[in-house]
């Protein structure tokens, strides 16, 4: 029997708990969470956005499998004694850009995406302004408009996963890995903070903003680290028309989201690490100004605070690792999602089960998401949003 450890019981550790729970290997699975409240995981404080325009086209087909399962999650994730409802809806997404260059590559983006089947079309801010008129559209030529990207609960998501994972035999242990025994290139145990000790084939980390410090445990370098997002609620006293999930490449964004506004924002600039500060004069001076100048209504919002959360950042190419470390050939790593996690989760379930059980991807080749890419420092190119 091969003894699996999974570190990290978010959305990413329990899609492949169950993934491997589905094909069978009940017996073999182990996931170690320290937190069964998720306080300081990211899962819980994603915003929970399943975009279909990305740059990338691994990162398209990994959505529109995200699309598939949590638009009919009660189909694809069962088994658990509770069950989960993440809600799926489709919002849309507005990606708006200036300027030829990113013209040109947001409409190379779109013709990849439709090629991969997503409906998206780019309308000039004429155009837009018709069909929302609250919005000015200041500062941006046009916009890449893909109606039928959704929006869901990511914590229903994540507890539909591991409760479904828990109800087909999947143990969850309390604990933390403090270190991995390696013999030879290959780990041998895990070590938990509780004392205990857990024998291990095959080591899964998905510990997501913590990933660098578990392949610490393993003697590996990644360029992953922890990169604050704040996001702020606000409320309109003027009504706005529905609208989809707005972005600027440039990094401004806003939505609707549970009856009020959101406005996320991340500095890029801003030194990597766990920081759970929220700037209220960041949405102050920097956000509603923009807001103003996009939206009128929007002068006279009423600002009802926000939360922290950060991404697990590849500063390589913003994009994952899904992959064997090729120095420690039992030892995957699964991380460095950078903002994209939730809606990928699905896919990456699928895709670890078919590393371990096939010997190589089987649905969707990630190939691309390789550690090598890491250790030659050749990042995939990605003219896409990065956060
Ligand atoms: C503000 C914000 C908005 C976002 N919005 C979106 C969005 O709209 N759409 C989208 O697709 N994605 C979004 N994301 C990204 C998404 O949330 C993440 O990519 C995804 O949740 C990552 O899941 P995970 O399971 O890898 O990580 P986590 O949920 O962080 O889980 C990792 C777990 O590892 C555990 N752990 C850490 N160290 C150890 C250890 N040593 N031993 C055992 N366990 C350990 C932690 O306790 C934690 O529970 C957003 C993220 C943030 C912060």
Not at 41 to 54: C, D, E, S, W, Y
Not at 144 to 169: C, H, K, T, V
Not at 204 to 226: L, Q
């Amino acid at each position: 029997m091969r003894r699996i450890v999974i570190i990290g019981g978010g959305i990413m550790g329990s899609a492949i708990a169950y993934s491997l729970a589905r094909a069978g290997m009940v017996a073999e699975v182990t996931v170690v969470e320290p937190d069964p409240t998720y306080e300081f995981a990211a899962t819980p404080r994603a915003v929970g956005g399943v975009r279909l325009q990305h740059a990338v086209p691994e990162n398209v087909q990994m959505s529109l499998y995200g699309d598939t399962v949590y638009s009919a999650f009660d189909q694809h994730v069962t088994g658990g004694k509770v069950t989960f409802d993440p809600q799926f809806h489709r919002i849309g997404y507005l990606f708006l850009v200036e300027g030829a260059e990113a013209i040109a590559s947001l409409e190379a983006n779109v013709r990849m995406q439709k090629a991969l089947g997503v409906e998206v079309d780019i309308f000039e801010t004429a155009e837009l302004r018709r069909r929302y008129p609250s919005f000015t559209f200041a500062g941006s030529d046009v916009g890449a408009l893909s109606p039928g990207d959704g929006q869901i609960d990511p914590n229903a998501a994540l507890m539909g996963y591991r409760r479904a994972a828990e109800g087909l035999g999947i143990t969850y242990l309390k604990d933390r890995v403090v270190g991995l025994d390696v013999a030879g290139n290959r780990v041998t145990a895990a070590r938990l903070e509780s004392g205990a000790t857990l024998p291990v084939e095959i080591v899964i980390n998905t510990a997501n903003c913590w990933s660098a410090d578990v392949c610490a445990m393993v003697g590996v370098k990644v360029p992953i680290e922890p990169m604050r997002r704040q996001q702020f609620h606000f409320l309109s006293q003027d009504p706005v028309e529905t609208f989809p999930a707005m972005r600027h490449l440039r990094g401004f964004a806003v939505r609707q989201h549970s009856g009020v506004y959101l406005c996320g924002h991340t500095n890029f600039n801003e030194p990597g690490g766990f920081n759970w500060d929220l700037q209220h004069e960041v949405f102050e001076e920097h956000l509603w100004p923009q807001l103003a100048e996009q939206c009128h209504a929007f002068e006279t919002i009423k600002p009802r605070g926000g939360w922290v959360g950060h991404y697990d950042m590849n500063r390589l190419d913003g994009n994952p690792v899904i992959d064997w470390v090729d120095s420690v050939p039992n030892f995957l790593l699964c991380a460095g999602f950078s903002g994209h996690g939730l809606q990928h989760a699905p896919a990456v379930g699928r895709a670890v089960k078919e590393l371990i059980l096939d010997g190589g991807f089987r649905s969707i080749d990630l190939s691309r998401f390789s550690w090598r890419r890491i250790v030659d420092g050749t990042p995939i190119p990605d003219d896409g949003p990065k956060a």
